[in-house]
């Protein structure tokens, strides 16, 4: 019986977290063999692909040329010449800074107003655009990228492969974040780690699909089916994840799949720009759950509920953990003896022989703990699996994540330590703000009934 009732919360907090736990264990073993694609060779059935990187502004964000020159690149050592390069804008000032590189410039014009915002109207627009130009076809394939998206010889390869085999008309892959890792703050880069290790999910998705999640870069489609759907989603945020909800709809459980072609990105470059993000994501989450069939919709809430609690838990659990652990430290330390006639006098024998009687007595180090029966039962086990999961997601997303970096191997092996030791802040910096924007949306909705603050635009440094 657990008569604390923070301890009962957190108890039942953990437990909840279990099936997220077991899904994402059993994911990752599953799906680790095709997560990358690796059996690729150079066959020259050259589709016709349109690399398309869609930003706010090419002159104020650097970095979408370092996007065109990797996909030039890449492309030319494999020698495969049928493609082109849509760089989707809307700042007229870009058709100047991009007049050297090997793109077309395609500017949103400031008088289209489709029924969706930010990045879906400016994808409707080019969905618009290629229906003039006769680009709507099976023929076309659109490689959709962000402004920081960077390719490899293997990312092009694994979408030739795709496309050859016929495995679907949508498919996505997994996305890195090496990138401007060293550039960023330390906590926002290595709170990018659950993301990449999340990727294994992803797999199972998009092969068994309505996908709960869907990337909106390194999503490759059929122009024809992009011409079909459309972005018209309304006012949404997350247009992605409705995206492949609608291809699923129309298209049934065989038109997705996974090319395993690898995209480099950068992490959120400081804590502002982290929070805004994910507040972005858990927004547009919300926002479309109503759009959505039952069974899906209650997918959707249970993982929109997790990333609320986890926050509470979190809060929770460091706080048992200083209220059980620290009052034992503590203990060491009170057998300091002051004298204030003679400054601080140590009374040696005595504190060490303390220390001793302590380390020989760990058992009452958790005494808190076991005093009710949590951790001598099968449920203690399950709940240490749950934590294992839980660091073992940061352990393989920072890998993952500076597999691709220029950083030594010392500098590797201490950036897992410090990640190790650092979890708990990281995830507390990476549930907030799913905890502050589940109460935002639904106070918005309910209470102000006033959705409009929420739907201004904050643009992410690159």
Avoid at 185 to 214: D, Q, Y
Avoid at 301 to 320: A, E, N, Q, T
Wanted: charge should be positive.
């Amino acid at each position: 019986m657990i008569n604390d009732p923070a301890l009962l919360i957190a108890t039942v907090l953990w437990i909840f977290f279990i099936p997220r736990a077991l899904i994402l264990f059993y994911r990752f073993i599953k799906n680790n063999k095709r997560f990358i694609e690796k059996d690729l060779s150079r066959i020259p059935n050259d589709p016709k692909i349109i690399f398309q990187i869609t930003t706010r502004s090419a002159t104020k964000t650097s970095v979408v040329k370092r996007g065109i020159n990797s996909i030039v690149d890449s492309c030319n050592k494999i020698k495969y010449f049928k493609y082109e390069i849509f760089v989707v804008t809307e700042d007229y000032n870009d058709t100047n800074t991009l007049d050297s590189s090997l793109c077309n410039v395609i500017c949103v014009s400031k008088k289209f107003n489709p029924n969706a915002i930010k990045k879906g109207r400016a994808l409707q627009y080019a969905v618009e655009f290629r229906r003039k130009k006769c680009q709507n076809s099976p023929d076309y394939w659109i490689f959709h990228m962000d402004d920081e998206s960077y390719v490899v010889q293997q990312t092009v390869l694994s979408l030739l492969k795709f496309i050859r085999e016929k495995r679907g008309v949508a498919a996505e892959g997994p996305i890195f974040y090496p990138l401007k890792f060293e550039v960023a703050n330390r906590i926002t880069a290595l709170a990018e780690s659950p993301r990449s290790f999340g990727c294994f999910e992803c797999v199972t998705h998009m092969n068994n699909p309505p996908p709960i999640h869907m990337h909106g870069s390194n999503l490759l489609v059929r122009s024809d089916i992009e011409d079909t759907i459309g972005w018209e989603f309304g006012p949404i945020l997350a247009e992605d994840q409705r995206f492949g909800y609608e291809i699923f709809k129309r298209y049934g459980k065989h038109s997705m799949g996974w090319h395993g072609g690898i995209v480099l990105e950068q992490p959120p470059l400081n804590l502002k720009d982290h929070f805004m993000q994910r507040r972005r994501w858990v927004i547009g989450n919300l926002q479309n759950i109503e759009s959505f069939s039952k069974f899906f919709k209650l997918r959707l809430i249970y993982k929109c509920l997790s990333f609320f609690l986890s926050f509470i838990s979190g809060i929770i659990s460091i706080s048992l953990a200083f209220y059980i652990n620290v009052p034992k430290i503590s203990n060491i330390f009170s057998y300091v003896s002051f004298d204030w006639t003679y400054n601080i006098g140590f009374d040696f024998s005595v504190w060490f022989d303390r220390i001793s009687n302590i380390l020989n007595s760990s058992s009452d180090i958790f005494k808190p703990l076991t005093n009710v029966q949590v951790f001598d039962s099968s449920l203690g086990l399950i709940l240490l699996f749950t934590s294992m999961i839980w660091f073992l997601s940061y352990q393989i997303g920072l890998f993952l994540n500076i597999r691709y970096a220029k950083i030594s191997f010392v500098k590797r092996v201490f950036l897992h330590l410090q990640t190790l030791l650092l979890t708990p802040l990281i995830g507390l910096v990476e549930s907030f703000p799913a905890f502050y924007s589940v109460i935002e949306y639904y106070f918005s909705k309910y209470v102000r009934k006033n959705n409009l603050k929420y739907l201004e635009f904050y643009v992410v440094k690159k």
